[in-house]
């Protein structure tokens, strides 16, 4: 009995579940209509929607086999290498650009130094100061010194000192005098080219060897084809820079106007 007093005065709703349904099963009486079309009008919707998803998906799809064309995927490919290429000039430009500023900042910052001060040496490193600051601080004892140093009857031995020098560089002269002089040769080539094909080329060849001059050594020869069955003789010779030019040989040869047309050097 007093629990049952207790309860009571409690403000506790027990039947507030009976008295939720009774009202939704009004309400749902009361708007029956609505309350049943609602969940339709929502899954209409959601299938819509599904629906729409499928078709954007079979789209999407239908796109994909079509870009799996190979002439499509070949220049996407041939692109791709491209871009590649491009990324790696890019690269190198960029490194040699870095390289540049580097040195160009070295550079720089040894412009940038403070010039290092120059400090004057002690007189006693520098054995030429040590003697002009002995010179300056005791002129009156060097001057002693040397009033003590004067022979005033003279000495031979400046006397043979001389004659062995003279000696010497006169032996030196004549030994430079007597070493050969290194003789400045040349190596020539010459074409000869004869007038016609008719020319006598051995005839050619003994009036060109015929010039002589000192300095002047012939060689060895041969004939090579120009042309038309035309000929030219093809000599070489070794001449002493000093004593022979060319223009020597040139005038000398073109002399022999019955058999020789022209000639031409080769050094």
Same mark, same amino acid.
């Given at each position: 009995m007093a629990s049952v007093d207790f309860l009571a005065k409690e403000k506790i709703w027990f039947d507030k579940p009976q008295y939720d349904e009774a009202e939704r099963r009004f309400y749902e009486h009361k708007n029956g209509g609505a309350v049943q079309t609602m969940p339709d009008v929502g899954a209409n919707a959601i299938l819509q929607d599904i629906a729409r998803a499928r078709e954007n998906i079979q789209k999407s799809l239908a796109g994909n086999a079509g870009s799996n064309n190979p002439a499509d995927q070949g220049e996407i490919i041939s692109r791709i290498k491209s871009l590649e290429l491009e990324n790696k000039s890019l690269h190198k430009v960029v490194d040699d650009l870095r390289a540049a500023l580097s040195r160009l900042e070295c550079r720089v910052a040894v412009l940038e130094k403070p010039p290092v001060p120059v400090t004057a040496a002690p007189p006693q490193s520098c054995t030429n100061g040590s003697a002009v600051q002995q010179k300056s601080s005791a002129p009156a004892k060097e001057d002693e010194e040397d009033d003590d140093d004067i022979d005033l009857f003279g000495s031979d031995e400046d006397e043979e000192a001389d004659k062995l020098k003279e000696q010497r560089?006169?032996?030196?002269?004549?030994?430079?005098?007597? !070493? @050969?002089?290194?003789?400045?040769?040349?190596?020539?080539?010459?074409?000869? !080219? @004869?007038?016609?094909?008719?020319?006598d080329m051995k005839k050619l060849e003994e009036c060109v060897r015929s010039v002589q001059a000192d300095g002047l050594l012939w060689g060895a020869s041969k004939l090579v084809p120009v042309g038309y069955g035309i000929k030219k003789l093809q000599i070489s010779c070794v001449v002493e820079d000093d004593k022979v030019g060319t223009d020597l040989l040139e005038e000398e040869i073109t002399k022999f106007e019955d058999f020789v047309s022209s000639a031409e050097f080769r050094l």
């Open positions: 560089l006169k032996e030196y002269a004549e030994k430079k005098a007597k !070493k @050969p002089a290194i003789i400045a040769k040349s190596s020539i080539l010459l074409d000869v !080219k @004869p007038w016609d094909d008719e020319t």
